[in-house]
């Protein structure tokens, strides 16, 4: 069955369609309670980001090391993409990501200590160490993995919105992806569908200007990605990537958008990566000049500064932060070194064979 916009169970109209104007790229003070609660939840948001800083800086150590070993694609400086966003979703939400996908998976609740065991290929990781750093899964919290191939999990993404979709579970599906994947015929044809089937997705491009070496505007002929999908009929908007407060803030007015049945919404969140694209990239394709100059808006530098001047933050109050987080991790490599890889003879299980049955009746 193909839902169409008039079947049975559809959601409420649209309240409008297109993109959205320049009133609507995020304005972070706007979304802030005030008082005590919204200074809790900004020093939260900076234990979530550090969080993800100092396990990727880890990881590179681990790397170096060769405790751990395969692709390693780090997000150190979009930390603000994955935790503004995974504030602005429920448990009952489900999150599908990419290759560059620690931020993601820690924002979404997975333990450091299943994260890292994973990067260490243990039993105990969240992909039972058949994943690595590219494959996090984590089924319990709804998030339904990184994914090597770029752009590949917005139609997956959007085959879980649609299962939403037809069964009326008031459920969104937020889908990461990069700049590089709007270049990809999956994200075309991914976003033209959920417009259609007015799909409850939030499609979240992580705008960091550079797919591997290639520069955005030389290889896309429309840079305004927000524009682009606005094509598709659906409200786009742009926030800054960099600051967790903003991001938090246009997620939040999407997924509600979402929820009260206005269809798919596309979000790009314009940052940055510190670091390379990947362990084996050498980086000659940017100046260091542009990485400095995006440096002087690194997203916990920013929060940190927004808090001390608030005088919530002191230097005491960092040093502890820095102390629970170095705690957690400490802890999470101990843990992942003792733990054992998966059994021999446990390696068939979740492999789809005709000759354990799974195949039978399967044509084509
Ligand atoms: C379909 C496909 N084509 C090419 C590649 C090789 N590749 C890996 S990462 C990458 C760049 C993707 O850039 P972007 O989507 O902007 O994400 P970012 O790495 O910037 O987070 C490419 C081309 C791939 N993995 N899958």
Redesign the pocket.
């Known amino acids: 069955m193909t839902p169409t916009r008039k079947s049975a169970g559809s959601p409420p109209p649209r309240k409008g369609r297109g993109r959205t104007d320049q009133s609507h790229e995020a304005k972070a003070s706007a979304a802030q309670p005030g008082g005590g609660e919204a200074g809790k939840h900004r020093m939260l948001l900076l234990h979530e980001m550090l969080r993800i800083r100092r396990f990727e800086e880890r990881c590179v150590e681990l790397y170096s090391a060769a405790e751990i070993r395969g692709f390693v694609?780090l997000?150190i400086g979009?930390e603000a993409v994955a935790v503004g966003v995974a504030q602005a979703l429920t448990e009952d939400d489900a999150i599908v990501s990419?290759?560059?996908d620690h931020g993601h998976a820690l924002a979404r609740g997975t333990p450091a200590e299943s994260v890292m065991a994973e990067m260490y290929g243990r039993a105990t990781g969240c992909s039972r160490g058949r994943g690595g750093s590219m494959h996090l899964f984590d089924t319990s919290r709804r998030f339904y993995g990184g994914n090597?191939?770029?752009?590949?999990g917005l139609p997956l993404a959007a085959g879980l919105a649609l299962a939403d979709r037809m069964t009326g579970r008031p459920r969104v599906t937020c889908c990461f992806?990069?700049?590089?994947?709007?270049a990809?015929g999956e994200f075309h044809e991914t976003a033209n569908l959920a417009a259609l089937w007015e799909l409850p997705l939030l499609l979240v491009c992580?705008?960091?200007l550079?797919?591997?070496g290639?520069a955005?505007d030389r290889a896309q002929a429309e840079t305004d990605l927000a524009l682009r999908a606005s094509g598709y009929g659906m409200a786009a908007w742009s926030a800054d990537g960099m600051d967790v407060l903003a991001v938090e803030h246009a997620a939040r007015m999407a997924a509600e958008s979402i929820r009260a049945g206005s269809g798919p919404h596309f979000l790009e969140l314009r940052t940055y990566?510190f670091r390379a694209?990947?362990m084996y990239d050498p980086d000659r394709y940017r100046s260091k000049e542009e990485i400095a100059r995006w440096k002087e808006r690194d997203p916990i530098d920013l929060l940190a500064g927004r808090l001390r001047a608030d005088g919530r933050l002191t230097d005491e109050g960092w040093t502890d932060l820095e102390r629970a987080v170095a705690a957690e991790l400490d802890a999470a490599v101990a843990a992942a070194r003792e733990a054992p890889a998966e059994p021999v003879g446990d390696l068939l299980r979740f492999v789809t064979t005709p000759s354990n049955g799974a195949g039978e009746g399967a044509s084509g």
Do not use: P, Q
Not at 148 to 152: F, L, M, N, P
Not at 177 to 182: K, R, S
């Open positions: 694609h997000c979009e990419t290759y560059r090597a191939i770029v752009g590949g992806f990069g700049d590089g994947a709007v990809e992580e705008n960091n550079y797919a591997m290639t955005l990566r694209h990947s």
